[in-house]
Nanobody, 124 residues
Framework: QVQLVESGGGLVQAGGSLRLSCVAS????????MGWYRQAPGKQRELVAE??????????NYVDSVKGRFTISRDNAKNTMFLEMNRLGTEDTGVYYC???????????????WGQGTQVTVSS
């Protein structure tokens, strides 16, 4: 079991910045992949940024629309993942979720765990 708690969302003007945090607890050492997703009103949840392969040499991926503006990072000692968001636009508005893919003993794959989400609203 892994628990994920996001924080850092809020209301910001276009062009501004926010930093989201996701703290993992429980079996955090079993997290294989970890990332940020977002869901805008009336739209499907989409990947924003992620780490793949945390048990080896992790690779980062970003959706094209945030490349150069958003940065994903981790503090391993604190089991915390961050999303630094700069030059925010109204199109970045949505609920941002933290997701972890967790290795499970006796199971060959991973299981997804989600946080409760944090709202980001960008005003024009």
């Amino acid at each position: 079991q892994v628990q994920l708690v996001e924080s850092g969302g809020g209301l910001v003007q276009a062009g501004g910045s926010l930093r989201l945090s996701c703290v993992a607890s429980g079996s955090a050492d079993r997290i294989e992949d970890m990332g940020w997703y977002r869901q805008a009103p009336g739209k499907q949840r989409e990947l924003v940024a992620e780490y793949i392969g945390l048990s080896t040499t992790p690779v980062t991926n970003y959706v094209d629309s945030v490349k150069g503006r958003f940065t994903i990072s981790r503090d391993n000692a604190k089991n915390t993942m961050f999303l630094e968001m700069n030059r925010l636009g109204t199109e970045d508005t949505g609920v941002y979720y933290c997701k972890a893919e967790v290795r499970v003993p006796g199971y060959t794959g991973t299981l997804p765990y989600w946080g409760q989400g944090t709202q980001v609203t960008v005003s024009s």
